[in-house]
């Protein structure tokens, strides 16, 4: 994913369109789709009215981060249902510690910390993650897909190997080998090529040192590929 376009998604702002979050958290009418020139200080505001008892502040600052959150739980857990429980923990989560929301980092990164933590501690603790067998490579049988992962594959200039999962013909055997890399390498990769988040705010949000960060992101996307590079052999 080009650079620019990364630094364009982080500080808050909307990705591209995506896959359906797990439906609405909250009740009422959808916020107008106008957003402020600040996303810090629209936060900031929202917070405020929703700790003085502002239920629309409250639904607002839940639309907004609510299918962000749910897809990247889901690629780090790779359950939909489990995402959607782990979602809905999430913000019961930050809605219960508001008020210790000290706006040393912004509230994205506060949230995304809150759901990333919880669902590393929710992998940890499945077993279905565990046992899934990691000498298996994922398989693709279409012609034309392994034709598209040839060629994607041989491009040196191509993009990042996670970046293969929005191709609609590679999507579920990347999403697979995407699942077979551990929590943390996941977690990393997530964020990084599919979020879109600088390293710094991935050290802040995880609580470790970007040099950690860069080496699980380079064994990360080193596995991915590999495991990539074994379907065509």
């Given at each position: 994913?080009?650079?620019?376009?990364?630094?364009?998604?982080?500080?808050?702002?909307?990705?591209?369109?995506?896959?359906?979050?797990?439906?609405?958290?909250?009740?009422?009418?959808?916020?107008?789709?106008?957003?402020?020139?600040?996303?810090?200080?629209?936060?900031?505001?929202?917070?405020?009215?929703?700790?003085?008892?502002?239920?629309?502040?409250?639904e607002q600052l839940i639309r907004k981060y609510q299918n962000r959150i749910y897809?990247?739980?889901?690629?780090?857990?790779?359950?939909?249902?489990?995402?959607?429980?782990?979602?809905?923990?999430?913000?019961?989560?930050?809605?219960?510690?508001?008020?210790?929301?000290?706006?040393?980092?912004?509230?994205?990164?506060?949230?995304?910390?809150?759901?990333?933590?919880?669902?590393?501690?929710?992998?940890?603790?499945?077993?279905?993650?565990?046992?899934?067998?990691?000498?298996?490579?994922?398989?693709?049988?279409?012609?034309?897909?392994?034709?598209?992962?040839?060629?994607?594959?041989?491009?040196?200039?191509?993009?990042?190997?996670?970046?293969?999962?929005?191709?609609?013909?590679?999507?579920?055997?990347?999403?697979?080998?995407?699942?077979?890399?551990?929590?943390?390498?996941?977690?990393?990769?997530?964020?990084?090529?599919?979020?879109?988040?600088?390293?710094?705010?991935?050290?802040?949000?995880?609580?470790?040192?970007?040099?950690?960060?860069?080496?699980?992101?380079?064994?990360?996307?080193?596995?991915?590929?590999?495991?990539?590079?074994?379907?065509?052999?």
């Open positions: 994913m080009p650079e620019r376009e990364r630094r364009t998604r982080d500080e808050g702002s909307p990705p591209p369109a995506g896959p359906a979050g797990p439906g609405d958290l909250s009740s009422g009418a959808r916020p107008a789709s106008s957003i402020a020139a600040d996303p810090a200080k629209m936060d900031a505001g929202l917070i405020e009215r929703a700790l003085q008892g502002d239920s629309a502040a409250t897809n990247v739980v889901l690629k780090i857990c790779a359950d939909a249902d489990d995402a959607a429980e782990l979602t809905q923990e999430t913000f019961v989560k930050i809605l219960e510690n508001l008020d210790r929301f000290e706006a040393r980092s912004s509230f994205y990164t506060w949230a995304f910390r809150i759901a990333v933590n919880l669902t590393l501690n929710h992998c940890q603790r499945n077993s279905r993650l565990s046992v899934r067998s990691l000498d298996s490579e994922p398989e693709l049988s279409d012609s034309r897909a392994k034709q598209a992962l040839k060629e994607f594959l041989s491009d040196d200039s191509s993009p990042d190997p996670a970046v293969v999962a929005q191709n609609k013909e590679l999507h579920e055997v990347a999403i697979e080998a995407l699942n077979k890399l551990d929590e943390a390498q996941r977690a990393v990769l997530v964020l990084r090529d599919i979020e879109g988040m600088s390293y710094a705010r991935i050290a802040e949000t995880l609580s470790i040192e970007i040099g950690t960060v860069r080496s699980r992101l380079s064994r990360a996307r080193a596995r991915l590929r590999e495991m990539l590079e074994a379907i065509l052999k």
